[in-house]
């Protein structure tokens, strides 16, 4: 069983397109995370969920927007894509606080 | 803001040699987070040290982490091709309740 899954693990669309990004943890962790890794590879922290309530928006343009139906869930729905949005998305889950954050495989999104 | 400054951003070696990577930061951390990521997979945690001057050993890798608990470091001894990969550090920063990175050091392991 994945830990942390998220889906698709590739995404080519075209810019203005409106695209969805999936994730699901299966090890009933409190708190999840969006973060993206741009082509240098660093991994910037988007948004913290805890417990399905918002915790972290780290000036993220607002056409990014998490949504968290169950403390399992966080998917991430960016509207009007731009060619700038094309990164590694990673999707991560921790239980208590200053434990192991477990991440998804990612989603390369590609913007043309 | 909170910012991990990680150095060297790329190191190339000959198996054999020992290298270490370095994690400075002007904020305290309540704890501090190495992950090593493998290309198109998630980073997956090496070493969480969470005590100011604590040392951690995993195998040929030692993790350090300073008194202040605002800096750490990775040593590994005798590098390994099987070391190749990219190594960040995390500080999870307790008022913000979030895990910020550095910008990962990409170290390359020739035989």
């Known amino acids: 069983d994945t830990a942390v899954s998220q889906t698709p693990k590739y995404l080519v669309t075209q810019m203005g397109n409106d695209k969805s990004i999936k994730c699901e943890q299966n090890l009933g962790h409190d708190t999840m995370y969006w973060y993206k890794q741009d082509s240098k590879k660093f991994l910037k922290i988007m948004f913290s969920y805890n417990n399905k309530e918002l915790i972290i928006n780290e000036t993220v343009p607002n056409r990014f927007s998490p949504k968290s139906p169950d403390k399992a869930h966080l998917n991430l729905h960016i509207n009007s894509l731009e060619l700038g949005d094309s990164a590694v998305y990673f999707c991560a889950s921790s239980g208590r606080r200053n434990t192991e954050a477990f991440f998804g495989q990612g989603t390369r999104l590609t913007v043309v | 803001t909170q910012l991990l400054e990680q150095s060297p951003q790329f190191l190339s070696i000959q198996e054999g040699e020992n290298l270490t990577v370095y994690c400075n930061s002007s904020?305290?951390?309540?704890?501090l987070q190495w992950y090593r990521q493998e290309p198109g997979e998630g980073p997956v945690l090496l070493v969480t040290v969470v005590t100011g001057g604590e040392v951690k050993k995993l195998k040929r890798l030692t993790f350090q982490f300073g008194d202040a608990r605002k800096d750490s470091s990775l040593h590994i001894t005798a590098a390994q091709p099987g070391d190749t990969g990219l190594y960040l550090c995390a500080g999870y920063y307790n008022q913000g309740g979030k895990l910020i990175f550095g910008q990962g050091t990409e170290l390359s392991v020739k035989p």
């Open positions: 904020s305290v951390f309540s704890s």
